[in-house]
């Protein structure tokens, strides 16, 4: 029986796979129904032919002059086979900053530029994809997270491969977007592996939204890896893509094919807006569109749909590539688990979603990071791009671009959305949701975004094609930032304090030096905690918050130990942040900038410090951007090989007396209240006397500092008449 497809795809959303489906090794078995199953045969690879270049051809030999176009259908190059086009380099200066941009300059051989504003405002001036380090470093000298089947974002829909639409893929760092095209009555549309099953809609329309992130982010380099389902003509790509709007940035190679050493740094790509990089699995022609590159002549990939979750890091397509033409190419790393999908006579891949937390985590049998560096020992450097379904999911969320950093040799640099950072200054306590994982989710980004958390994606194991069950007995938690001081006993804190600190930081303290911040200033230092599964119970032994007591300790998820100079060489007092850390399964939530601006306040309040100051690794991007776009910190000097390792740290300052209490002016306001309370006379009852009883104070209710257990620079009324 030959299932519809409208009526399969209503069957498997409430169809449950068993996630101990029994293995089998029939790929191409023709059932009466659906079913999933798991399959560690190799998948058949598509049958288009691959294109066999005996030599070399040079495109470009200059600034201006005429570019040669040669490729190879499998024959020799001959001069007849070489297509001329003429062209003139043009450059686009850098120009960055906070303020208005003014781009597109245009150079000619005396000198004199002419600028136009750019039409669309830039909203990202981090140059060569997020890292400044890649500037100078080739394009093919660089690891790029991809998405598989960018494109195909679509719910209740096993066919899918990604969550999130492209323009987010883009803001959360993904530099390379791999599609599925096919080609219907003239139109080149994304589906997959029919359009009965998943169509997205039309190239055109899915570059034209890319074309429209690439204006507003004008340092990133865009690479396009085009699957040609159909094999079909090359210059039918030619219509959407230029349509789109991408024409202008489209960058054309200097040779055919290039060799690893071949391809140009970001900045070079960049400065002169040839940032849209093109490949094309099968039928590229080179000779008539050198743009429109020819994958397997620049770079092979590792086995095509792996169901193995060993993840072999072999070479597969282009068949019959050398070793050493391999090590002499880019390469791709396939890393997207499937599950098969038997609907009657046609058999799907689908991605298995119920890994896909171990798939894409840092580390692990089958994870990302195992196959990168797997792949890195194999062929002496890592892998060119990482391709990924569902990559915003893994062990914790961004872990696949803290491989890719890895690989890279980087520190990750999580990317944040404008509407990330509005939430994180908005919000005081932080929910974090059910996990659909054995290990926590967070982040951050980016920022980066790191990645946007949604419900999970689709899962065939399950009930409900979106959404993971959650564990038994698990429910929402809360992180709370409080003073360390609010704990009765919070030096029983230290050691969780100790560990937050080992784990994520390279500098590291004895536990003494913890408990001689806690001692000293016990008030300025603070800890983000995840709240008790059942709250804080009274009664109980241990410790709570603010008076309550628990019957267990909470987590410690992140804190900031900090401190007041007690020798000022500038004879201000001030304070001094000595320590900030995060786990990584709590970051991208606000819990940092928050751990900082309570600290800050309380030094502020109960100390009048006058400013703040700390110390950051030079390499530390991150933390730069939360202390000097997010807090407001500025660099006051560099000190060289500040850190152990020799590293230097920016010396960073922040005014707080913008801070301080006004305490004569509170007591004028309360006064004031006071007296408008119980009348002008304020001292006498307005009532008829009565001898001496009908004559007595009024209460005078005045306003006070509190001690520790109850918060930094809390104010509660005593009533002095009574004292």
Not at 57 to 64: A, N, R, V, Y
């Amino acid at each position: 029986m030959r299932w519809p497809t409208t009526i399969l795809l209503g069957f498997l959303a409430v169809t449950r796979a068993e996630s101990t489906t029994q293995f089998s090794t029939e790929s191409g078995k023709t059932t009466d129904g659906p079913t999933v199953v798991s399959i560690t045969t190799p998948v058949a690879i598509p049958s288009g032919t691959y294109q066999d270049p005996s030599t070399t051809i040079t495109l470009s030999d200059g600034d201006k002059s005429t570019i040669r176009s040669t490729t190879q259908h499998n024959g020799t190059m001959t001069v007849s086979n070489q297509t001329s086009i003429t062209t003139s380099d043009s450059m686009t200066l850098l120009v960055g900053g906070g303020t208005t941009v003014i781009g597109n300059y245009s150079m000619n051989a005396t000198t004199t530029t002419i600028s136009t504003a750019t039409n669309t405002p830039v909203v990202n001036t981090r140059p060569c994809n997020n890292y400044p380090e890649f500037c100078a470093r080739k394009y093919s000298n660089i690891t790029m997270v991809a998405a598989h089947n960018s494109p195909f974002v679509r719910k209740n829909n096993l066919a899918a491969n990604q969550e999130l639409d492209v323009t987010t893929q883009l803001n959360d760092g993904i530099r390379t977007l791999q599609l599925q095209a096919h080609y219907v009555n003239g139109t080149i549309y994304l589906c997959h592996t029919t359009c009965q099953l998943l169509n997205v809609g039309t190239l055109e329309a899915y570059l034209t939204d890319v074309n429209r992130w690439m204006r507003r982010n004008p340092y990133d380099v865009v690479t396009f890896v085009i699957g040609n389902f159909d094999y079909v003509s090359p210059e039918n790509f030619t219509t959407p893509i230029y349509n789109s709007g991408l024409k202008d940035l489209i960058y054309t190679p200097t040779k055919v094919p290039m060799a690893l050493n071949d391809w140009p740094t970001l900045s070079e790509m960049i400065l002169k807006q040839k940032r849209a990089v093109f490949f094309l699995d099968y039928q590229a022609n080179q000779t008539t569109y050198p743009w429109l590159m020819d994958e397997f002549s620049q770079m092979w990939e590792t086995p095509f749909s792996p169901t193995d979750p060993t993840f072999p890091c072999t070479q597969q397509r282009p068949p019959g590539l050398s070793v050493a033409a391999a090590k002499d190419r880019m390469y791709m790393a396939n890393h997207n688990l499937n599950l098969q999908l038997n609907l009657g006579a046609l058999s799907l891949l689908i991605p298995n979603t119920a890994q896909i937390d171990e798939i894409n985590a840092v580390n692990g049998s089958g994870s990302l990071g195992a196959m990168a560096q797997n792949c890195t020992a194999t062929w002496g450097r890592p892998p060119n791009m990482l391709l990924v379904d569902y990559y915003n999911y893994g062990n914790f969320n961004g872990s696949v671009f803290e491989v890719a950093a890895e690989m890279n040799n980087v520190t990750y640099n999580e990317l944040e959305t404008e509407r990330e950072r509005e939430r994180e200054r908005n919000v005081f306590k932080f929910t974090k949701m059910p996990n659909p994982t054995p290990i926590p989710s967070s982040l951050t980004s980016h920022d980066h975004s790191p990645p946007h958390r949604k419900p999970p994606p689709p899962d065939p194991h399950q009930n409900h094609p979106l959404t993971k069950p959650e564990r038994t007995g698990q429910t929402a938690k809360m992180v709370d930032i409080v003073p360390l001081s609010s704990y009765p006993s919070y030096i029983d804190l230290l050691p969780s304090i100790q560990t937050c600190n080992i784990t994520n930081l390279p500098e590291n303290y004895f536990l003494k030096y913890y408990l001689y911040h806690a001692l000293t200033w016990p008030q300025l230092s603070f800890v983000a905690v995840v709240r008790p599964r059942n709250g804080y119970k009274s009664g109980s032994t241990g410790a709570g918050i603010a008076g309550d007591v628990s019957g267990e300790y909470p987590k410690v998820v992140g804190y900031v130990l900090a401190k007041m100079e007690e020798e000022p060489t500038d004879g201000k007092q001030h304070g001094h942040i000595t320590s900030l850390s995060v786990m990584r399964t709590h970051r991208r939530l606000g819990i940092a900038e928050r751990l900082m601006r309570m600290s800050q306040r309380a030094m502020a309040e109960s100390h009048r410090a006058h400013y703040v100051s700390l110390h950051v690794r030079m390499s530390n991007f991150a933390a730069l951007r939360l202390y000097r776009d997010t807090l407001g910190f500025e660099v006051e000097k560099v000190e060289d090989g500040y850190y152990a390792d020799g590293e230097d740290a920016y010396a960073m300052r922040l005014d707080l007396q913008n801070m301080w209490l006004d305490w004569k002016a509170i007591e004028k306001r309360d006064a004031n209240t006071n007296k408008e309370k119980n009348g002008e006379e304020g001292n006498e009852d307005e009532g008829e006397e009565v001898g001496e009883l009908g004559k007595k104070d009024a209460e005078k209710m005045i306003r006070v500092k509190v001690g520790r257990g109850l918060g930094v620079g809390d104010l509660v009324e005593k009533n002095e008449s009574k004292a």
